[in-house]
């Protein structure tokens, strides 16, 4: 593969821009990639393990003569970082960022973006439950989906360049409207945190009374709910703060949905049952049949080396 941008700047050093930095040099696709951090302790991680080509002290300075920036920090910090380095951005250059909410993130950066400068906002369907400098790994992105969500207007050719900088990283891209991709992402990611974060609340609970077996004999649905319940305190409470809307508005649908199952269980409606979980069991097979999931039992965990989720 041969460079596409001359100079990478990562703004926020965790886990997606450490693995947009292992992808890029795997696929030699950036001349050079320089970063910054907000704290002292991130920034000499990253400089420790090599993470960036040049770990700067300050965003102003990692942005300079950079092609393209991307912004890889929480939904709700994005404002704030794109005024900073507003002044400093060289002409022509594109932003992008990695933010797991699209709507209001494009609300708080598209104002600060000088003339000249392009902004094509991106969100890759990968993650894990890690965090940090040292979290990232190559193969994240490998056959992920990688949504982008321009405003009409977006200069084509920026698109295009971006584009071909994910595809590079492994992922297949797709470009989406900023509203319906916050919906989207409201059914298949952010309610369901929200869900596993309550059930192991209950879990947490209840083990006051059950003297810690809940932990002790925890079973695959419920360590499955740990996992993801496990994910960054920071990130996910921005990413209900800012997707709001279209949270609210599943929640919604899954509370009926549950009160309809209760009902069934205390009438005893086993057809119900049984037909509601038919449906359901069809969804997994697609997700297996897109290459999204693995079919192997407990999800492939004895060979898997990581669990690869997404935000
Ligand atoms: P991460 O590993 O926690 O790293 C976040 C980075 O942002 C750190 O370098 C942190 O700096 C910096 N940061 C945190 N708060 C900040 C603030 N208020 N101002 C400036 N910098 C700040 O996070 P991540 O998982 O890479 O997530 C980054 C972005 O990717 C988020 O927008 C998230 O929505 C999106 N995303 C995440 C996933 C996922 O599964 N994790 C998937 C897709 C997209 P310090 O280390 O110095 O504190």
Redesign the pocket.
Known sequence: MSVIYTRVALI??????GSMAHAMRRGHLAGEITGT???A??RAIAREIALCDRVTDTAAEAVAGADLVVL????G?MG??MAEIAPHLAPGATVTD???VKRDVIAQVGPHIPEGVHFVPG??L???EH??PR?GFAELFDNRYVLLTPEPGTDAQAIARLRALWEGCGAKVEEMDADHHDLVLAVTSHTPHLIAYTMVGVADDLRRVTDSEVIKYSAAGFRDFTRIAA??P??WRD?FLTNKDATLEILGRFTEELFALQRAIRRGDGDHLHAYFTRTRAIRRGIIEAGQDTDAPDFGRSKAKREV???
């Open positions: 926020g050093l965790g886990l997606i821009a951090a907000r704290s302790e991130t890889c920090v929480p939904p910090a704030v970082v990695v933010g797991s969100h890759p990968a993650g894990t965090s940090g979290s994910s960054d920071t990130m990413v989720s997404g935000a």
